[in-house]
């Protein structure tokens, strides 16, 4: 087994045996490790303590960037949807896993197969009700605003 992926394993059960799930990340930039995470779900209470977005959060601060592209993550587990968008926003190109989201459904963790699914319907097929509310009136409107800036 690769060490970086040998080190986000090593990561994940550390975690179960600190009491949280299964899921360590590594990330990786020029053949070292760059920054770190597990999920912290059960320390946090905070449904975005995944290890994945962790160490992306770690690794931008520390870089002071938030273009992380030539980054390597290597995840315990399959990455979710959110953290799967993070990696998407953030630019790294490359993520290798090592159980897959069936894994983790069979093992009692189904949200992201329910969740990847929901996002592949229309809005108005989707569970969350997503209604537009555009804005109108005196409302300054934000997205305008940011393209009326110096240089947009």
């Known amino acids: 087994m690769d060490r970086f992926m040998q080190k986000a394993v090593e990561l994940a059960n ?3 045996d600190e009491g949280g799930t299964p899921f360590g990340a590594v990330l990786v930039k020029n053949g070292e490790v760059i920054a770190e995470g597990v999920n912290e779900l059960h320390k946090k209470f ?3 303590g995944h290890a994945e ?3 992306i959060r770690k690794a931008q601060e520390q870089l002071q960037t938030h273009d992380l592209s030539g980054s390597i993550m290597y995840a315990s587990g399959e990455p979710c949807p959110m953290c799967m968008t993070a990696i998407y926003y953030a630019g790294i190109e490359t993520v290798y896993f090592g159980g897959s989201i ?4 069979k093992a009692g963790m189904g949200a992201s197969v329910y969740i990847y699914n929901e996002l592949a319907l229309p809005r ?5 009700k997503m209604i537009h509310m555009p804005l109108a ?3 300054k409107d934000p997205m305008k605003h940011w393209q009326s800036r110096e240089g947009k």
């Open 14 to 16: 550390h975690n179960v």
């Open 46 to 48: 905070d449904v975005s």
């Open 53 to 55: 977005l962790l160490a």
């Open 102 to 105: 069936e894994e983790a459904k």
């Open 124 to 128: 108005e097929k989707r569970a969350v």
């Open 137 to 139: 009136g005196d409302v």
